[in-house]
């Protein structure tokens, strides 16, 4: 089994809602841990797309096995978007503040707040074969933010499977217990469980 893998990411919430997850032994290195600073290329129009592009890009030029995730969030009402496009859905800045009011204005008046989240995790490895894990949970979107914990859209996200709180207002533990990225690394640590 792999000592080390690298996450496709410096994002540090995502790094550390991550690491927990991790079998002992196994070592979650950062872009910044393997020297690519670069921003990482991420021109495909789907969540598979993306997520692949990002793992064999660091996979090709780093010469390290990597994985890496895109999430969106899919609305109901707005024919899914933001999906591919929810940490640009405000414009190239990526403010999550931004992009929660501009959700919230698209909204407004909506009688089907239903949503999802859905993450896909893609593992570039060594050998150069690629697989891929997804993950997702269904909710709704609240009309105003709630809690100070996560990031994103947590703050307007209530899961179906919780108890009618945001993801940003449960503890890291308790959104890992049902989190659309916990389920897809899930399958991705069974995969390299097996290798």
Known sequence: MLTQLCFASNNAHKLDEIRPLLPAGLTLLSLADIGCHEELPETQDTLEGNARQKAEYVRQHYGVACFADDTGLEVTA?????????????????????????????????????????????????DGSVHEFAGEVAGHITEEAHGTGGFGYDPVFVPAEGDGRSFAEMSSTEKNRISHRARAVAGLLAFLKQE
């Open 78 to 126: 707005l024919n899914g978007e933001p999906g591919v496009y929810s940490a640009r859905y405000a414009g190239p800045q990526r403010r999550a503040e931004d992009n929660v009011a501009k959700l919230l204005q698209e909204l407004r008046g909506a009688a089907d707040r239903s949503a999802r989240f859905r993450t896909v995790v893609a593992l570039a490895q060594a």
